[in-house]
């Protein structure tokens, strides 16, 4: 887990982020944007409900949840589902990115799109569906996962 603050968001960014996608500001969801920006991504509505605490002082977890639909839905965080993980949030670049996971640790990494427009994928589907993405998990092991592995 890095513990890197490159990126800090003051709040004022976090402020002008949410008026220009039309939200009313407000501290906790200015506390979860920069909570979001600080991290280096990936990070589940608990993880992120604790740091933007520090900001807000105490919030529910429904309250962090309830903040976060109303980031993702605005397009200013996405939202990744990963089958066995809680939910995890990141600032969303509309970059049409994808996703490793390390089946051991859970870890989450970025893989850049090989296409880089949504979807990337050709789907074997009739005409007739509209297909809008197309969304990818790897799986497999970390580099720290594979080191701590016995070679076999
Ligand atoms: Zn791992
Ligand atoms: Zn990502």
Redesign the pocket.
Known sequence: MSTTTTGEEPMAQAAARLRTSGMRVTAQRMAMLMAISESA??LDADALRERAQRVTGSLSLQAAYNVLRALTDAGLV?C?QIPGHPARY?TDHHDN?H?FVCRRCGA?R?VECTVGAAPCLEAHLPAEYDIQEAAVTFWGLCPDCRAATPAS
């Open positions: 991504g990936h996405r990744t990141e990115h996703h989450i970025d």
